[in-house]
């Protein structure tokens, strides 16, 4: 391995934002200032969109005050886009690495934004150009390979099942039946956590139906009216990205007039109420219970202040300083995160080739899905639960004996 440049840094968030995806910004400038190799540490503006119109922040100036206020606060702190660069994108981002001496990249994000750190790596090896290009892990969804798990993942879950914990008291003291869409496209692995808010025998969300699990209407309904029947309530979660029996999406079948896709050329699901609000209407024409409602998620799922999980933070932040490590004996990859044995909770990062995260999707395990696919196991509950750094405690008075 050759000795690591001197020369300078850049760092880009790209995709949808977390709540810790600015933790890994930091670790990666808290890192980069510990290396004499790395003169500067440029922060890309709007990831590959202010790479290509040359826009960018001086991070090596920001106080370790400021940095502390950064690494705290959701969303993308640099901003973000979903560009996806092709060859000729790719000579014009070379293009401006040549002219202010980067030799080392840092882009943190999910598969597509592994993609396109391979992409440009690929690039800067065929022409010869001495780049040193590290994907940092983030996706709320939990769908990278080879890692254990994602950063942002753990706080999202820890959004969902709070918000889940709270709805199920909400559902408790009004009972009928209410439908909660969450995020997820083809993996289950959000829409799952909600699980975690089960702290009893009859607390919701008694469903839940994921991607990798294909739902009828007819077993949908069915499905509703076995749980109503036995608690007078029933609360359900879904994953946006649910399909039926035919493997078309749901969200795709009651949205055929519109046809939104993003930069890589996926239709939108979410930014929008209506596989909630249809899957209520379905429920409000076969069942006779006084409420039904339906709330969709959405983006405050990805950015909500205030409700990190402390083990989340801690591994986004690991994440972010791991890659500069990396960079300086190694030529590129991407962080990845493994659960270690052991009765406590224990991890350690490793490096993995580009090439086995870029444009690849995880899906919940098989062992995670209950037999019927409208729930998860004890095992996912296992895995998932200490990510989100704890949950809060509640109860009900009404479940007590009455005098």
């Known amino acids: 391995m050759s000795k690591a440049p001197k020369a300078n840094a850049v760092v880009g968030q790209s995709g949808g934002p977390t709540c810790v995806i600015n933790a890994s910004l930091v670790g990666v400038i808290e890192e980069a200032k510990k290396h004499p190799e790395i003169r500067n540490i440029y922060g890309a503006a709007h990831a590959v969109a202010g790479i290509l119109d040359d826009q960018f922040i001086n991070l090596k100036k920001l106080s370790p005050k400021t940095l502390?206020?950064?690494?705290?606060?959701?969303?993308?702190?640099?901003?973000?886009?979903?560009?996806?660069?092709?060859?000729?994108?790719?000579?014009?981002?070379?293009?401006?690495?040549?002219?202010?001496?980067?030799?080392?990249?840092?882009?943190?994000?999910?598969?597509?934004?592994?993609?396109?750190?391979?992409?440009?790596?690929?690039?800067?090896?065929?022409?010869?150009?001495?780049?040193?290009?590290?994907?940092?892990?983030?996706?709320?969804d939990n769908d990278l390979l080879v890692t254990d798990h994602c950063p942002g993942y753990g706080t999202a879950a820890k959004i969902v099942a709070s918000a889940l914990i709270g709805d199920d008291l909400d559902n408790r003291a009004l009972p009928g039946i209410k439908v909660n869409c969450v995020m997820g496209r083809h993996s289950g692995f959000l829409a799952a956590s909600a699980a975690l808010a089960k702290n009893k025998e009859d607390a919701g969300?008694?469903?839940?139906?994921?991607?990798?699990?294909?739902?009828?209407?007819?077993?949908?309904?069915?499905?509703?009216?076995?749980?109503?029947?036995?608690?007078?309530?029933?609360?359900?979660?879904?994953?946006?990205?649910?399909?039926?029996?035919?493997?078309?999406?749901?969200?795709?079948?009651?949205?055929?007039t519109r046809d939104e896709r993003d930069a890589h050329g996926n239709i939108q699901l979410s930014g929008s109420g209506a596989l909630a609000d249809y899957l209520a209407e379905q429920v409000r024409s076969n069942f006779k219970a006084k409420r039904i409602r339906s709330d969709t998620f959405g983006?405050?799922?990805?950015?909500?202040?205030?409700?990190?999980?402390?083990?989340?933070?801690?591994?986004?932040?690991?994440?972010?300083?791991?890659?500069?490590?990396?960079?300086?004996?190694?030529?590129?990859?991407?962080?990845?995160?493994?659960?270690?044995?052991?009765?406590?909770?224990?991890?350690?990062?490793f490096l993995t080739e580009l090439s086995n995260v870029a444009e690849k999707t995880k899906l919940l395990p098989d062992e995670f899905i209950n037999s019927d696919g409208n729930g998860v196991t004890d095992a996912f509950v296992k895995y998932a639960m200490p990510l989100t750094g704890g949950l809060p405690k509640t109860t009900f008075l009404a479940d007590y004996p009455t005098v």
């Open 205 to 256: 969300p008694h469903l839940i139906y994921i991607p990798e699990r294909p739902v009828s209407m007819e077993k949908f309904l069915g499905d509703i009216e076995v749980v109503y029947k036995k608690y007078g309530r029933c609360e359900v979660v879904v994953s946006e990205g649910i399909c039926d029996t035919d493997g078309v999406t749901w969200a795709q079948k009651i949205a055929s």
């Open 299 to 349: 983006y405050l799922q990805r950015s909500f202040a205030g409700v990190q999980s402390s083990v989340d933070f801690k591994e986004a932040r690991l994440c972010g300083r791991a890659a500069v490590k990396y960079a300086m004996k190694e030529t590129s990859g991407s962080v990845a995160i493994r659960r270690l044995n052991g009765k406590q909770y224990k991890t350690e990062l």
């Open 68 to 140: 502390e206020l950064v690494a705290a606060s959701p969303s993308s702190a640099l901003g973000s886009s979903r560009d996806k660069p092709n060859e000729e994108l790719c000579v014009k981002i070379l293009e401006v690495f040549k002219k202010r001496d980067v030799r080392y990249f840092f882009y943190i994000g999910g598969n597509d934004s592994a993609n396109n750190v391979h992409i440009i790596n690929s690039m800067a090896a065929k022409t010869g150009y001495e780049l040193r290009a590290f994907h940092v892990p983030k996706t709320i």
